[in-house]
């Protein structure tokens, strides 16, 4: 498939952000949520923050605290045999039955603006930060939906009770209204279709299942954007091919001629994220018309393939514009890039009257 990787590609980086927290570094600015506002392409960044250790035997974990409304270190020793320190975005602590314990940094939603789309300003402080019980750990990869002329900023926010999705809206990206959490733990990668569709909204979810199931795409309805139901499994995972491992909603569904058009992203069971398309009848977003059986977009570039977690692209929105489809998405979980397709690309591609 055509692509066009911007040239300006990596777009953002964490040398580009300024840490928020006194003795912390960013190591990653990426997965960004996008919107279009006046004449200005936001990025709504999920910007990761670390915790520097002048030990080298000593791991500090940042938590949110509601009592002060700040950060607290905890220092672990990397000599303690409680915790495995072997993948570099958690500790798990070998003891517990679920393994896991903290994370290695902590993620909050910050805005860069552009006129041209292409080269970027970072805003000094956040946008969205943790603010409640439910979001101890952090809040992650937020998503954009713009329905009139409100904006829903939605995002995961972990705590030791789970990975859950909440939403802010906002009519300015200044000031936030907060409507708590809309799918409980363990769910995330949601997706909120931008406008109704025979009277009800529709999201797109990921529940992570423990016991029977896959990490798959399902799909519920609403009245009010709060409350969802009627959950259905939407699309699964393909054994041996390039979402054989996990998959998730990416970018806000869109609508085309021939359906609502849905860039998802999948990982194989090695961890190699690629993004590829779901088509989705106009009037029945539950029934599925067509998928992609190669990826329409895979780590290919150096930034794409090396970083804090490599061999990883995406994207958690985009822009359209006739046949242009202008996907912004996070890189080896570190930076953000760009690439231009075409939606006819997109479309001719895919498998139809998918099962």
């Not at 040398?15 to 200005?40: L, Q, R, S, W």
């Not at 199931?213 to 259905?232: D, F, M, R, V, Y």
Request: glycine share 8%.
């Amino acid at each position: 498939m055509n692509s066009y990787r911007y040239e300006e590609n990596p777009l953002i980086t964490p040398a580009d952000v300024t840490p928020f927290h006194d003795g912390f570094e960013v190591i990653g600015a990426f997965n960004a949520g996008i919107a279009k506002y006046k004449d200005e392409v936001l990025m709504l960044l999920r910007v990761a923050e670390r915790p520097i250790s002048v030990d080298p035997k000593i791991v500090k974990v940042p938590i949110y605290r509601t009592e002060t409304n700040g950060i607290e270190l905890v220092e672990l020793r990397l000599d303690d045999d409680r915790y495995d320190y072997s993948d570099p975005r958690v500790v798990r602590d070998v003891t517990r039955n679920t393994g896991f314990a903290y994370l290695t940094s902590i993620s909050y939603i910050r805005i860069a603006r552009s006129t041209d789309g292409h080269r970027f300003t970072v805003d000094d402080k956040p946008f969205v930060y943790p603010s409640n019980p439910l979001e101890t750990y952090g809040i992650e990869d937020p998503r954009v939906t713009q329905i009139g002329e409100t904006y829903y900023v939605y995002y995961s926010a972990i705590s030791p009770v789970g990975i859950g999705e909440s939403m802010v809206s906002t009519t300015d990206f200044v000031s936030i209204t907060h409507h708590g959490m809309i799918f409980c733990p363990d769910n995330k990668d949601v997706l909120i279709f931008p406008e109704k569709v025979n009277g009800k909204y529709y999201a797109l979810h990921r529940p992570t299942l423990k016991s029977i199931g896959s990490p798959e795409i399902w799909i519920a309805e609403s009245e009010n954007l709060i409350h969802w139901g009627n959950h259905k499994h939407l699309a699964g995972l393909r054994d041996g091919m390039w979402d054989g491992g996990r998959i998730g909603g990416g970018a806000v569904p869109f609508r085309t001629a021939n359906g609502w058009l849905e860039l998802y992203h999948g990982a194989t069971k090695e961890h190699r994220y690629c993004m590829g398309a779901i088509l989705l009848d106009l009037n029945d977003p539950t029934k599925v018309i067509a998928r992609s059986d190669k990826p329409i977009l895979e780590p290919e570039a150096e930034y794409e393939k090396n970083g804090f977690f490599g061999d990883v692209v995406f994207s958690c929105g985009v822009l359209v514009e006739g046949d242009v489809v202008t996907m912004y998405y996070g890189v080896a979980d570190t930076s953000m890039a760009c690439v231009e397709l075409s939606l006819e690309d997109i479309l001719s591609s895919m498998t139809y009257n998918y099962l």
